[in-house]
């Protein structure tokens, strides 16, 4: 049986080489043309001894997931389907700005946690992704993307945020990380990586000591009974210990402040009461606020706020001097924007283990 290499992180690749008996130093150089090169032909790999490369040849692959569609938006957004298995499939969405490539990543085949405003969370859950499915995204995006003029990658940051709750595949997000950090793989800056969750306690705790990259915590309410409703994992990890997580975080982070995602429903959460509760709630939190405009969905039984009551929202937790953005709507005719990402979820019977399992 052959291993996928692009499930492994440079210390396991090591590791493998020094078991079929090559020299472990081999692992720096296969990494990069796995993942600087985009190559999956080891015969093409002109730098490693002819009897290495037949030796992988038989032992090894580098199989990323299938590409199944790709699509543009009128903006530049850009959209892979990949195909994980029979009948499932994820999505990866590239976002280009004028200072910036970012990559959106799925972590898990569906998600178990239905948020209520969720398009990709009423699709059911089947599994999570392999570490070769988390990082074959970003080793697709990259060959489809190609270089600039100047030989530079187009993607420069990558963002957890797509398909599923990323600390709930934490082993293979760790690596996934490990592959995204290093040098000899894809060289990002742990202040270009953002892993996003809902609030998933003990795992931002594990996150904090194993690999500290960026973080944005989905919060979506400015209250626990609010909450309860819409990010219903809030009833196992409550507000006053998310916030004392999001403390212990920032301790070892490479931003000195938590990104906190709030998408604005009409009506529900987005009045100048809500507001003031949330500058209440995170004023001993180094943070940021990312507003996001609700992305419609059929059946979701909410709808995007006014712009003037975004507007009014924002400059409210402004004047208590809390740097707030508000998210530019990208890619939605391709169905590519926040919390539309749907693929293909074929098995949902795993979905009520999988949100046992969250909730421990």
Sequence with gaps: MTVNLLDFNLQQLSAFLEEAGEKPFRA??????????????????????????????????????????EQQSADGTRKWLLGTDVGNAVEAVFI????????????????????????????????NLEVSEIIGQLWWANKALGRD??????????????????????DN????????????????????????????????DRLRD???????????APNDELRNRLVPINQKYPL????????????????????????LLDGVNDTDAHARELIALTRDVPSKFNLIPFNPFAGSGFNRSKPESVKRFQNLLMEAGIITTTRKTRGDDIDAACGQLAGQVQDKSRRRAAAKEATR
């Excluded at 239905?114 to 009423?122: D, M, N, V």
């Excluded at 995204?180 to 990586?193: A, E, K, P, Q």
């Excluded at 194993?210 to 979506?220: G, I, N, Q």
Aim: proline content about 5%; overall charge positive; aromatic content about 8%.
């Design 149 to 170: 003029p100047k030989g530079e990658r187009l993607i420069s940051n990558v963002v957890l945020m797509g398909m599923g709750e990323p600390l709930l595949n934490f």
């Design 96 to 127: 280009p700005e004028d200072d910036r490539g970012t990559l959106c990543v799925s972590t898990q085949v569906g998600c178990a946690l239905e948020c209520a405003f969720c398009s990709t969370g009423k699709q059911g859950f089947n599994r």
């Design 173 to 204: 997000l760790v690596t996934a990380l490990d592959l995204m950090l290093d040098d000899f793989g894809y060289g990002l800056s742990r202040r270009r990586v953002t892993v996003s969750t809902s609030g998933i306690i003990p795992a931002m």
């Design 28 to 69: 720096k150089q296969l990494l990069r043309w796995i993942h600087q090169y985009g190559e999956n032909d080891f015969s093409a790999m002109s730098d490693l001894s002819k009897s290495l490369r037949e030796k992988l040849a038989g032992i090894a692959k580098i199989e990323p997931p299938r590409l199944l569609r």
């Design 240 to 263: 006053k210990e998310l916030m004392a997580a999001c403390r212990r975080y920032v301790e070892k982070a490479p931003r000195d402040f938590i990104t906190f995602e709030y998408v």
């Design 210 to 220: 194993r690999c500290p990259v960026a973080l944005a915590v989905s919060l979506h």
